[in-house]
């Protein structure tokens, strides 16, 4: 999500604004209630005021830029040097960096895998001394969550209830990129606003297989829609091409053993066909 409101942030083509849910000059602290602070742009003479379009900038997994602050209640954000640095050794980066290769090589197996931990001298590692430093970070994990502070945890649960008051709204639309509703909490406030007729939601899917994984956990809802592409990639440009040409698509139906509900519509990049 931090590289994505980096990207949202640098190709800006119009005029609005971002709002984090943070307020301040010098320090800025963080409250789910400054989601609904608007910019109104007011004319000479204030004859007439002009609300600005504004993005709301949920983190619904926490976020690396938040810090306690001094009051127990509150969370500061530090958008420069971060406070939750891990560093690793050389011979550690050496391991980890064969292991990444590894995974990210087309070619290799599981067997691959098996014989590069048969091999390697993993004692080198300090996994406690991580998981110490990791677990400090206010980030919540795909499937499990927990937080250390109480503060943290505070914010979590209203971002979590702020999202589910958007899915609510009379069409609403929700779109995902690169998320596996691996986290239950997310996943089943979801599940319970896809209640909402009005809602629409569009799932991005890497390949073929995480489409059928998506057609087959949201097979009961059909105000739920997926793009899929193994050439293009999956980024708001080929989604509003997608999007917008919705009379070109094919649907291509699922293939299965038992009568299911008729799945939503799967929406190919550019045109073409899955």
């Known amino acids: 999500m931090e590289t994505a409101s980096e990207e949202l942030l640098s190709e800006r083509n119009a005029l609005f604004v971002v709002n984090d849910g ?24 204030e004859r007439h005021d002009t609300l600005l379009p504004q993005i709301n900038l949920l983190h619904a997994h926490g976020s690396v830029h938040w810090e306690k602050a001094q009051k127990d209640s509150e969370i500061k954000l530090n958008y420069g040097q971060s406070n939750y640095r891990i560093h690793f050794e050389q011979k ?12 990210y090589d087309k070619n290799k197996t599981i067997l691959d895998i098996d014989r590069f931990l048969s091999s390697e001298d993993l004692s080198k590692l300090k996994p406690k001394e991580f998981w110490e430093k990791y677990e400090s970070i206010p980030i919540v ?37 690169g998320f596996s509703f691996a986290d239950e909490h997310i996943l089943s406030l979801i599940l319970r606003s896809l209640s909402n007729p009005s809602l629409t939601m ?21 105000n739920v829609g997926y793009i899929c592409s193994d050439e293009s990639l999956l980024n708001f440009t080929n989604f509003n091409d997608t999007k917008f040409t919705l009379n070109n698509y094919k649907h ?6 038992t009568v299911e509900p008729i799945p939503p519509p799967v929406l190919p990049l550019n045109g073409g066909e899955l």
């Not at 109480?150 to 995902?176: M, W």
């Open 22 to 45: 943070s307020v301040g000059f010098q320090t800025r602290t963080f409250h789910t209630r400054n989601f609904n602070h608007r910019v109104v742009n007011k004319g000479v003479f």
């Open 252 to 257: 291509k139906p699922k293939q299965q053993n």
């Open 92 to 103: 550690e980066l050496d391991i980890i960096n064969a292991f990444k290769d590894i995974l």
């Open 141 to 177: 994990n795909p499937t499990k969550w927990k937080f250390h502070e109480t503060v943290f945890e505070e914010a979590y649960y209203q971002i979590l209830r702020h999202l589910s008051y958007e899915l609510e709204r009379p069409n609403s639309v929700l779109i995902t990129f």
């Open 202 to 222: 569009y799932i991005s899917c890497f390949d073929n297989a995480e489409l059928n994984l998506m057609q087959d956990k949201f097979k009961d809802y059909p």
